[in-house]
């Protein structure tokens, strides 16, 4: 272009035959064409061939691509098209910015790894902001297929049974010896059961084949403050377990949290909606005992051997709660009559999972009379998905 530019107002071109042209530039040879390179029939080509320069044929195009003793081929020309490198499918996929494993976040890279294990490969951008557009492009794709699927699956899974939530995390070992910090975790919150996989389930069978189960009611939820995290990773959430275990999780970005978050709350409260009660078996002086967690009613103590009621309060009622980490609860009821305080303390075999189950009841609770926190879970329930391109595309 600069020679051009450069060679006055006049300019002599001259054109000579590449043998070897025809066959790079995937042109349709014609057999009595005496210019044709014999070596080349066979179709194939240059690997430099995808390289985006093709012909496109055209009934009505009258340019014409000819040589000395090349006939006039009318229809021909020259398109510029995109041609691709690698496909991932984004359904069930997930992606990274984190050396795997670690907790050492990429500057400006990330990398996608397909749910069959194709990997994309690291992919640099040249600023924090363009790696940002892309990672919330491809969570927003990957959210919407996500969406799709839940939407088509549930259609064979019977109301108490619905999903609500599923996606990758990665969970941080628990044996700080490892090399491996992290593991990619596929959670799924389905029904009563949060679900924790190493592979997405594809088929019903799959759902029988999870790593662990846990009743989402019996287990409590916290997303951390920059003070709670345990390493470099910026976006943690912790599960206790109904047996006292700390699980830690982490995921890419704040989108991605504040997507389980909802999720969570959803899934707990559409389970406490449905079963209205609880009953644990509990000790009161020696004497086996039941306690009951009404939705409606709220706390019911009974004698389990002849079913009478001992004492009963309300959610309000209740203005504290204390244990000692291992079975005994201690409740102080404010007594509607007198006012006074009134202690009632029981022991459990199962403590974390009576503990979290109340939270949930009370969670549920304030959540029902909150006119905006029903009001987003009709339209969510009735809102429409729709379903994204379902790849990421690499082009040159």
Same mark, same amino acid.
């Given at each position: !272009?600069? !020679? ?25 040879? =014609? ?22 320069? &093709?012909? =496109? ?40 910015? &984190? ?29 924090? +902001?363009?790696? %940002? ?5 491809? #969570? ?22 619905? %999903? !609500? ?52 009611? +019996? ?17 943690? @959430? ?12 982490? !995921? +890419? ?10 999720? @969570? ?7 406490? +909606? ?6 644990? #078996?509990?000790?009161?002086?020696? &004497? ?42 201690? @409740? ?15 022991? @459990? ?6 503990? &979290?189950? %109340? ?23 009735? #809102? ?13």
């Amino acid at each position: !272009v600069q !020679v051009l530019r450069n060679a006055g107002e006049e300019v002599t071109l001259t054109v000579s035959f590449l043998k070897r042209a025809p066959a790079f530039l995937k042109l349709p040879l =014609n057999e009595d064409c005496a210019c044709a390179p014999s070596d080349q029939s066979s179709g194939t080509s240059s690997p430099l061939c995808d390289s985006g320069l &093709h012909l =496109n044929y055209h009934p009505n195009n009258t340019d014409t691509l000819s040589c000395s003793s090349w006939p006039a081929s009318p229809g021909l020309r020259w398109e510029k098209r995109w041609c691709d490198l690698r496909l991932i499918p984004l359904l069930h996929s997930r992606f990274s910015q &984190h050396l795997p494993g670690s907790d050492l976040c990429r500057q400006n890279a990330f990398q996608v790894i397909a749910v069959d294990g194709v990997c994309s490969g690291i992919i640099q951008c040249l600023t924090a +902001e363009d790696c %940002i557009d892309w990672l919330q492009a491809i #969570a927003s794709n990957i959210s919407s297929l996500t969406k799709h699927n839940i939407k088509k699956i549930n259609r064979n899974f019977p109301i108490n049974q619905q %999903i !609500v939530y599923m996606g990758w995390t990665e969970e941080r070992e628990q044996d700080s010896l490892q090399d491996r910090m992290y593991t990619p975790k596929f959670l799924a919150l389905r029904g009563s059961s949060l679900y924790k996989f190493i592979a997405p389930p594809v088929t019903t069978w799959d759902w029988t084949r999870a790593e662990k189960t846990f009743s989402v009611y +019996e287990i409590m939820c916290k997303i951390l403050k920059d003070s709670d995290l345990l390493d470099r990773r910026k976006h943690c @959430f912790s599960v206790q377990s109904e047996s006292g275990e700390d699980l830690y999780f982490s !995921v +890419e970005l704040e989108s991605d949290l504040t997507l389980w978050e909802k999720a @969570f709350q959803t899934a707990t409260f559409l389970e406490v +909606e449905r079963i209205q009660c609880k009953t644990y #078996a509990c000790v009161l002086e020696s &004497h086996l005992m039941g306690l009951t967690i009404d939705f409606s009613m709220g706390f019911v103590c009974f004698d389990a051997a002849t079913k009478a009621v001992l004492w009963r309060y309300k959610f309000s009622q209740l203005k504290g709660s204390s244990d000692d980490g291992k079975s005994k609860i201690k @409740f102080l009821f404010q007594n509607q009559d007198t006012k006074q305080i009134e202690a009632k303390e029981l022991e @459990f075999s199962n403590l974390f999972a009576v503990l &979290h189950c %109340i939270h949930s009841f009370f969670a549920a609770k304030v959540a029902c009379l909150d006119p905006l926190y029903v009001g987003s879970q009709a339209t969510a329930s009735a #809102a429409p998905t729709t379903s994204g391109t379902g790849k990421l595309k690499y082009t040159t």
